[in-house]
C-alpha cells in the first residue's frame, strides 16, 4: 500500500472512531511504529489530526475557543461529582482554601457549604454565588474583582493584585486542558494569569480535571504538572496519562462514579 493510500485509510478510521493507537494501526497494515508515526506527522502537519501521546485524534476545537459556564456544567457530570467528593474530604474545617472558576469547582463548592470555619478565596462568580446561597454563618467568602470571562471567570490586574497578598493552605485549580508538553492550560491569557497567581498564593495545589482535558490544549500554560501536589481525575483517564501523570504530579488520584456513589479507584504517588 502506498503512503497516500494508508494515510487516508488512517484518516478515515480517525474520523469514524475519534482516536487511533500507532501500536493498533503498525499491526493493521504491517508496518512499522516509525512508519505510521510519519504518516501521522504529515496528517497533523496538514491540519487533518491532531498528535496525542502514543497516537492520533479528530482535531479538537482551537486554543482559544472557551466555552460558557452553561455549556460546559452540563457534561462528564458523574465524573465531577465524583471527583468533587474526593476532593472535599481535603478540606478540614478552619482552612483557607481557593476555589479556581470552573465547573468541577463549583461541584467542590456545593460540598463544601456545610465546613466549619472555613475561608474561600474564588475568582468564580458561580463558585461565590454557591457559597453566600448555602454557606455557614461562620464561613468567609472572598470574591476577587476583575473582568468577566465566558466561563464566569474573574480575571485580570484586579483579579491578580486581590490574590497576591493571601496566604492559603490549598487551592482547587479547574483547568481546560493537560498535556505532557503545556502542562495545565487555559484558552483565555488572562485567566492563566490570575490562576498563576492563585497558585503562588497557595501552599499546595489540587488539580481537578476529568479524564476528557487529557489531550485538550489551550493558548496559555498555567504551570507545568510537576507543580501539582495532588490531581483528582476519573479512572476512565487512558493509559498513557495515566503513565505520565503519575510519574510527573506529586499524587494521581482517579475515582470511579458508580449509581451507588463515587469510590478511588486507583492512586499513585
Known amino acids: 500500500m502506498l503512503a497516500q493510500q494508508r494515510q487516508a485509510a488512517i484518516l478515515e478510521r480517525v474520523r469514524s472512531t475519534g482516536g487511533v493507537r500507532v501500536s493498533e494501526l503498525a499491526g493493521e497494515f504491517g508496518v512499522s511504529d516509525m512508519t505510521i508515526r510519519r504518516d501521522l506527522d504529515a496528517l497533523h502537519e496538514r491540519g487533518l489530526l491532531a498528535k496525542v501521546h502514543g497516537g492520533a485524534t479528530t482535531t479538537g476545537p482551537s486554543s482559544t475557543d472557551e466555552p460558557g459556564?452553561?455549556?460546559?456544567?452540563?457534561?462528564?457530570?458523574?465524573?465531577?461529582?465524583?471527583?468533587?467528593?474526593?476532593?472535599?474530604?481535603?478540606?478540614?474545617?478552619?482552612?483557607?482554601?481557593?476555589?479556581?472558576?470552573g465547573t468541577t469547582t463549583a461541584e467542590l463548592a456545593r460540598r463544601l457549604v456545610d465546613v466549619p470555619e472555613l475561608t474561600v478565596v474564588t475568582n468564580s462568580l458561580p463558585v461565590a454565588e454557591i457559597m453566600h446561597a448555602g454557606g455557614r454563618p461562620d464561613q468567609t467568602v472572598v470574591l476577587t474583582g476583575g473582568v468577566r470571562t465566558p466561563s464566569d471567570a474573574l480575571v485580570g490586574p484586579l483579579a491578580v493584585g486581590a490574590v497576591r497578598s493571601l496566604h492559603l493552605d490549598l487551592l482547587f485549580l479547574g483547568v481546560h486542558g493537560i498535556t505532557e508538553r503545556a502542562g495545565f492550560t487555559t484558552p483565555n491569557l488572562m485567566e492563566a494569569e490570575t490562576d498563576r497567581a492563585l497558585v503562588a498564593a497557595a501552599d499546595q495545589l489540587v488539580v481537578l480535571a476529568d479524564h476528557t482535558k487529557w489531550g485538550t490544549v489551550g493558548i496559555s500554560s498555567i504551570v507545568e504538572l510537576a507543580a501539582a501536589h495532588v490531581l483528582v481525575s476519573d479512572d476512565r483517564l487512558p493509559p498513557p496519562a495515566r503513565r505520565v501523570l503519575g510519574e510527573r504530579v506529586g499524587e494521581l488520584i482517579m475515582v470511579k462514579a458508580t449509581r451507588g456513589g463515587p469510590r478511588d479507584a486507583h492512586a499513585d504517588n
Open 69 to 101: 459556564f452553561h455549556a460546559k456544567s452540563v457534561r462528564q457530570l458523574s465524573e465531577k461529582a465524583a471527583i468533587a467528593d474526593r476532593a472535599a474530604q481535603l478540606v478540614r474545617p478552619g482552612a483557607a482554601v481557593a476555589l479556581s472558576a
